[in-house]
């Protein structure tokens, strides 16, 4: 069954510390996997999808396989950074619905 | 990236009564998307609602409850019937995926049941 699993509700930091928000999937087959963001009082966008392998914001985040794993990390957290982060994962094939974790709010401390 | 417009962005209905939810994109796409968020949750995909067929529902969701309607590539709704105060919640509509941006969300409307 598909599953995406982020273990923290809530993570707290300070301005410039290292960030690391975790995702944890299942999934049988090629799976595309997501970070979405949602500021507060924003809508639901996209940060992070694993295959343009792009640094958003100063977020990246790669697909290990072997783990399947897809944690998102920021070596220095800012306080824009603070929202509810959401890791998804569609599969590849003809339904690509995408499905949700429970998400991580990420509260940056000044 | 598509632009989705939904509405309303709030109601506040009673009970018994339904809500219908519009979503209208502004280029034409495949498939669409009705996902719940209920207060402190993530979000819970309802159904995909493909033009010219049946939507298809989630495991916990029934047409008789969420009939989806998608008469064209670029319009759809979502009526949430007899409501509960269970119902409560923000419904979201997306789009499938762009080869760039993802998948797309409407701005969501906040549902309250009384």
């Known amino acids: 069954a598909q599953r995406v699993t982020q273990p923290e509700k809530l993570l707290s930091v300070f301005k410039g510390a290292p960030v690391e928000l975790k995702c944890n999937y299942s999934y049988s087959g090629s799976p595309e996997l997501f970070w979405y963001v949602q500021y507060s009082r924003q809508r639901l966008q996209l940060l992070l999808r694993?295959?343009s392998r792009e640094s958003i914001k100063g977020f990246t985040a790669d697909l290990n396989k072997g783990e399947t794993s897809f944690h998102l990390k920021k070596p220095f957290a800012q306080e824009e950074d603070s929202a509810m982060y959401y890791c998804a994962l569609s599969g590849s094939g003809a339904t690509n619905k995408l499905i949700f974790g429970t998400g991580t709010l990420l509260a940056v401390q000044p | 990236s598509a632009v989705i417009s939904q509405k309303p962005s709030r109601d506040i209905c009673q009970r018994g009564t339904s809500l219908t939810i519009q979503c209208q994109v502004d280029s034409q796409v495949t498939m669409m998307f009705w996902y719940r968020q209920q207060p402190g949750q993530s979000l819970t995909l309802i159904a995909t609602?493909?033009?010219?067929?049946?939507?298809?529902?989630e495991s916990g969701f029934v047409i008789d409850k969420f009939p989806i309607s998608r008469p064209n590539l670029t319009f759809s709704t979502l009526t949430v019937s007899n409501m509960s105060p269970e119902d409560s919640s923000i419904y979201l509509c997306?789009?499938?995926?762009?080869?760039?941006?993802?998948?797309?969300f409407g701005s969501g409307t906040r549902l309250t049941v009384v």
């Open positions: 694993h295959i």
């Open positions: 997306s789009v499938d995926r762009d080869a760039t941006y993802g998948y797309t």
């Open positions: 609602a493909n033009q010219g067929s049946e939507a298809t529902y």
